[in-house]
Nanobody, 124 residues
Framework: QVQLVESGGGLVQAGGSLRLSCAASGRPLIRYAMGWFRQAPGKEREFVAAISWNSITTTYGDSVKGRFTISRDNAKNTVYLQMNSLKSEDTAVYYC?????????????????WGQGTQVTVSS
């Protein structure tokens, strides 16, 4: 099975940018559709973005459309989330997830493998 490790989180001012990375090991990333989710304290896990195995299809949650971009480099076994124009409401723990059925889904249940998460804090 694949193991996922997120990095790149931190503290940023509102309006700033961060790029999250999700490094995969154990199996080639090309075998999976990949997604990013986030969870703020006291809230349910929220879909952020997803990308197909070949990068042809991407989809985004309504709250991040036009500000966030998901991408992947299968040769480096890494998925990225570029986050621009950050807002205080983007503060959350961000998780990457892998789906071996290649669905590019927006539900947590669509994904079988998860990383430990990386904290993103946006100060206003």
């Amino acid at each position: 099975q694949v193991q996922l490790v997120e990095s790149g989180g931190g503290l940023v001012q509102a309006g700033g940018s961060l790029r999250l990375s999700c490094a995969a090991s154990g199996r080639p990333l090309i075998r999976y559709a990949m997604g990013w989710f986030r969870q703020a304290p006291g809230k349910e896990r929220e879909f952020v973005a997803a990308i197909s195995w070949n990068s042809i299809t991407t989809t985004y949650g309504d709250s991040v459309k036009g500000r966030f971009t998901i991408s992947r480099d299968n040769a480096k076994n890494t998925v990225y989330l570029q986050m621009n124009s950050l807002k205080s409401e983007d503060t959350a723990v961000y998780y990457c997830a892998a789906d071996p059925l290649l669905r590019v889904g927006i539900r947590s249940d669509d994904y079988d493998y998860w990383g430990q998460g990386t904290q993103v804090t946006v100060s206003s």
